[in-house]
């Protein structure tokens, strides 16, 4: 089975910085595209950014200029660079993976979820 473990949360000021970090784990499978949602309480997880196994890549509006998005393939590992923190982008942030078998059955697999904290 896959796995997709996250690390890199944790708490900052505001106008600081962190690197997310998401690793996809197990055997026989192939990855279409990795991307980070997030979602506070009694709120629905959004999008954050998104990127394909083509390195194009998508933000929401809220993060562009400040988030960067990007992969190391052969770890199979998807990064989350996320600079000029605001107290608005506290949230908890879940790893998302389109993972295809190598018998063709296509699937998507989050991950655990890192709290982000941003203080004012």
């Known amino acids: 089975q896959v796995q997709l473990v996250e690390s890199g949360g944790g708490l900052v000021q505001a106008g600081g910085s962190l690197r997310l970090s998401c690793a996809a784990s197990?055997?026989?499978?192939?990855?279409?595209?990795m991307g980070w949602y997030r979602q506070a309480p009694g709120k629905q997880r959004e999008l954050v950014a998104t990127?394909?196994?083509?390195?194009?890549?998508n933000y929401a509006d809220s993060v562009k200029g400040r988030f960067t998005i990007s992969t190391d393939n052969a770890k199979n590992t998807v990064y989350l660079q996320m600079n000029s923190l605001k107290p608005e982008d506290t949230d908890v942030y879940y790893c998302?993976?389109?993972?295809?078998?190598?018998?063709?059955?296509?699937?998507?697999?989050w991950g655990q979820g890192t709290q982000v904290t941003v203080s004012s």
């Open positions: 998302n993976a389109d993972i295809s078998y190598y018998n063709g059955v296509r699937f998507s697999k």
């Open positions: 990127i394909t196994s083509g390195g194009i890549t």
């Open positions: 197990g055997s026989r499978f192939s990855i279409n595209a």
